[in-house]
């Protein structure tokens, strides 16, 4: 059992963590995950980490309400405890010294570049992160992200805060003003494909992290496959960084799918029954 030691909404539906897992804190590199299961009928999913304490045993993560699963975990309290989490699983991030590294976030994905940051930093680099949200009431971890970098560059869509933008826009902007050696995006499939175009034509050395369907984390079952120069490869144990200029985001956007039908219905049936049981309970009071 894991036990939450700490959690604060930072976000509308979006949450942070800090749970007990001192095996996973002591090993967890940057760039890797974990997968985990709240109860014995619950699914695994896996999750990025945005942080590690070693001493005290703890690893951070950012969990947004996107589905049945993820609205289960944000419904648990402090002292509640998690059944299963494994880890540390896949691969970490390549780190070298490659010079200026632009880092990108996508929603609750700037989370999981903070360890990376930090990471390229203690290599000697000059890490710049830029991340964006639809809006400012729904941007993360910004402090964090900045105190890990270099410099940070923040935008949002609706331009409610920082450039008015995506992403991708501040991205165009430091490709046109200086020399770029490496580049790593987290985010939503679109995000990194538009990334991946962009810095095609560069040459620049362009890394993503996959948000594969995952079953097992461990290879076994292959839910997570993908396509990465026309070669299949395992998201969970191949990854989940990859070359973003070889992968085939046409068809993770295909898998990322094929159980969307299936996610929303136990999505409205969990949320029926959540709010049933708070109607009980007002009504026992």
Do not use: W
């Not at 700490?6 to 095996?23: C, L, N, R, Y």
């Not at 760039?31 to 304490?53: H, M, N, T, W």
């Not at 995000?191 to 996959?210: C, E, F, W």
């Not at 969307?260 to 009504?283: F, I, P, Q, T, V």
Request: aromatic content about 6%; overall charge negative; proline content about 4%.
């Amino acid at each position: 059992m894991f036990k939450i030691l700490k959690k604060e909404e930072i976000a509308p539906s979006t949450f942070f963590f800090e749970v007990e897992a001192p095996f996973v804190a002591r090993r967890i590199k940057a760039g890797q995950f974990i997968v985990l299961r709240i109860d014995e009928k619950g699914e695994r999913i896996p999750l990025s980490y945005c942080g590690a304490d070693p001493e005290r045993g703890v690893i951070n993560l950012i969990v947004q309400s996107v589905g049945k699963t993820s609205q289960k975990l944000n419904d648990m309290k402090e002292g509640d405890a998690i059944l299963d989490l494994v880890g540390p699983l896949g691969k970490e991030t390549e780190i070298e010294k490659y010079g200026t590294c632009v880092l990108l976030g996508g929603g609750f994905g700037a989370g999981a570049i903070i360890p990376i940051a930090k990471a390229l930093r203690a290599a000697g680099n000059h890490v710049v992160s830029i991340v964006g949200a639809r809006e400012k009431s729904l941007l993360v971890m910004e402090k964090d992200v900045e105190a890990a970098s270099d410099e940070i560059k923040v935008t949002t869509n609706d331009g409610s805060y920082g450039m008015k933008g995506m992403v991708t826009d501040a991205l165009s902007q430091i490709l046109a003003d200086r020399k770029v050696d490496f580049i790593l995006g987290i985010g939503p499939v679109p995000m990194m494909k538009a990334i991946s175009d962009m810095t095609k034509p560069y040459g620049i050395k362009t890394m993503v992290s996959l948000n594969s369907v995952m079953v097992d984390g461990t290879g076994m079952c292959g839910s997570c496959r993908v396509t990465v120069g026309g070669e299949t490869k395992f998201a969970c144990v191949d990854g989940p960084d990859f070359d973003g200029h070889q992968v085939d985001y046409d068809e993770l956007s295909k898998r990322l799918k094929m159980f969307e039908a299936y996610e929303k219905l136990a999505y409205e049936a969990y949320l029926e029954h959540r709010g049933r049981c708070a109607s009980e309970k007002r009504s026992d009071r």
